[in-house]
């Protein structure tokens, strides 16, 4: 068995996504694939490969651990969280593993993992297609968060996600910006913990609701901007808005502020990747500052 997921960019309504804000985002050409072998032990062989084809996780893990999420303090953090999201996808559907038989599981991904672009969540929805369950209750129940990279994981067009009340609302979208040649993701070349995001933007809620209807607003004004200075000066706005919730400068104030365009952060502030957008092409002036990884929207979205 074979199954694959995309990886995401989180493009509009980082954060506000948490607290039901209408969001957008893009699935990348990059992503994961999860092999599945049958095998004649009660054990789950798992091997991880990166995109370069190194092995970056190599375990066995007994399926009865898995049953019975018999987790060891001296177990890594990798095996831990494996065990973790397998035992609730045994949870939701227990006809996939017996203590008779186990498994041959290799993935693979497309993207180096440090990029940020999903390793978690891709891997999260291909389990769950293995397991022909839920991915956003299988999420829920192991790592938590919003979602929205499930949504692109399942999906190959760009998505508008909300969640409300526990109800997920994902939406196929036509996004084909005229622009798009003028748009680039630089990766940062550090990598940034989502749940530590997370908890630093709970730490520091105000009330919201205001910010919440405006960012939903905007969710649907950015699939109308067709001309680059209005996007590059929509986006500016938000992210100064956005920059006083979380107490932080933002990434452009920060690293770029010489830059002649947008510089955007994505997802969780402060690593992976950033958006930039200008008339002129950026390559050089990124180079120059030691960032190597620069993908035009071509090379990266679906």
């Known amino acids: ?4 997921s995309n990886g995401k960019l989180f493009i509009l309504g980082e954060y506000y996504v948490l607290e039901g804000a209408k969001v957008f985002a893009l699935p990348t050409k990059f992503g994961q694939t999860l092999r ?3 095998v004649n032990t009660n054990v789950l062989t798992w091997k991880s490969y990166d995109a370069d084809g190194s092995v970056w996780f190599n375990d066995e893990i007994s399926v009865t651990d898995v049953i019975s999420k018999n987790i060891k303090e001296q177990d890594d953090k990798v095996r831990k969280t494996l065990i973790e999201i397998l035992h609730q996808a045994h949870q939701q559907n227990p006809n996939v593993l017996n203590v008779k038989t186990g498994f041959l599981v290799e993935t693979e991904l497309t993207f180096p ?5 999903g390793t978690s969540s891709t891997l999260i929805n291909n389990i769950a297609q293995w397991f022909q369950i839920d991915a956003f209750e299988l999420l829920e129940n192991s790592f938590g ?5 499930i949504a692109c994981a399942q999906n190959n067009e760009p ?14 979208v036509v996004y084909k910006p005229s622009f798009a040649d003028k748009i680039y993701f630089v990766y940062l070349n550090q990598k940034r913990d989502s749940k530590d995001a997370i908890a630093n ?4 809620q ?3 609701t205001y910010e919440i209807a405006e960012v939903s607003k ?7 901007i067709d001309d680059l200075n209005e996007f590059i000066n929509f986006f500016k706005t938000y992210e100064v808005n956005l920059s006083k919730v979380l107490e932080v400068p933002t990434i452009q104030e920060q690293l770029f502020s010489d830059f002649d365009g947008l510089v955007k952060s994505l997802g969780g502030w402060g690593g992976d990747f950033v958006m930039v957008a200008s008339f002129e092409n950026p390559i050089t002036y990124f180079k120059q500052k030691g960032f190597e990884t620069i993908l035009s929207y071509q090379e990266m979205i679906k």
Not at 113 to 117: I, K
Request: hydrophobic letters at 35%; a positive charge; proline letters at 2%.
């Open 201 to 204: 933007f709970r730490k520091k």
């Open 1 to 4: 068995m074979e199954f694959y």
């Open 113 to 117: 993992r440090n990029w940020g672009l």
């Open 36 to 38: 599945v072998f049958p």
């Open 218 to 224: 905007m969710t649907e004004q950015l699939l109308q």
């Open 145 to 149: 968060g919003s979602g929205y990279d």
């Open 159 to 172: 998505i508008t996600y909300q969640k409300v009340n526990g109800k997920v609302s994902v939406e196929q």
């Open 206 to 208: 105000k009330d919201l």
